[in-house]
């Protein structure tokens, strides 16, 4: 059985006549021409910063300190007396540190005195400073890998969306417990509280999560109910992120990116519709990143997640962030939950 051959393409000469393959030699040699410089600046600034990286004697000490806003698979942004440096990590330190450098590390940083194509400042991270908090999840509920989200902030804004998606006190619970452990104070927000109106379903929702939201206040915990549509709770909102570096976390679609921008236009945070296939949300946000805000502090909005296994937190200790269990206070959604949790961590070695 003959192979069968690709079809040649025939009509060459009314292509060319109709200007479709038309191109001078002139603009050919401009077109790469451009292209070869950029690579090879590029190629400079990496050999450059190769170089530099493996350098030894240097005086950590003496080093300016930055924070880090984000972070990307080759560098880092760190910021640092109102510059962004464009950093890459000293091999060393990767391979002594225990976690990856995460956004709101401190660091000290060494300036390279170099720029890239755009005119960014280098630099390489030379230390990370100790954290005195940090928001964790692992790679699974088996708790396998550690992935730390965030460091150094102060609070973490869980959001809850009444409906669509609908709201997961489970999944609420665990984050709650993963603040708690990584000493950040949560807050929890049940956003879009102007479908409570829209069905008898949606109304019987709300009543549960008015009694969720209650026993929360009895544990010290902040809640917050909003909504972007009726201008709902923007206010107290706004109050409680003033001053302060918070995490914002929750279920994809939940509305962590609009509330932000009804408090804070300018910012446009990216926000995703909600999928009629599914009723889940769309991740908008793809990497943790640090906003300042204009009235003060800041904001880190991290992608949303549908999974939120606990790193740290053991069958032992983990009555500790569940109290009343144990007493047979608890009411049974929250005894629950603790079960629920209790059940899909590791057994201890």
Partial sequence: ?????????TDVTSRFLSGELEETDEETQERFGARSKQAEAGKILRTALLRAEEQADVDITALPTGEVVQVYSLHNEVQSQGRTYFCVVRKTLNKLAESAIIVGDQVRFRDLGLADEQ???QGVIEQALPRQTVLTRSDSFKGIEQHPIVANAEQVLIVASLS???VRWGLVDRMIVAAQSGKLRPIVCLNKTDLATRSDQAAAT???????????Q???IGTLRASVTDRIGLDELKQGLTNRTTVLAGHSGVGKSSLINA???????????????????????????????????AVIDTPGVKLFGLWGVTRD?????????????????????????????PEEK
Avoid: C
């Avoid at 446009?268 to 502090?297: D, M």
């Avoid at 983990?318 to 899909?344: H, K, M, N």
């Fill in 1 to 9: 059985m003959k192979r069968r051959q690709k079809r040649r393409e």
């Fill in 119 to 121: 005119g960014r400042p």
């Fill in 164 to 166: 669509e998606p609908m």
């Fill in 206 to 216: 709300m009543a549960e999560a008015e009694q969720v939201l209650a026993h929360y």
């Fill in 218 to 220: 009895t544990l010290g």
């Fill in 263 to 297: 408090i804070e236009p300018d910012l446009n945070l990216r926000t995703g519709a909600i999928s009629n296939y599914t009723g889940k949300g769309r991740h908008t946000t793809t990497s943790a990143r640090r906003y300042p805000l204009s009235f003060g502090g």
């Fill in 317 to 345: 200790n983990l009555a500790d962030f569940f109290p009343g269990v144990a007493e047979g206070t608890a009411p049974d959604w929250r005894r629950q939950s603790y079960e629920r949790i209790l059940e899909s961590l």
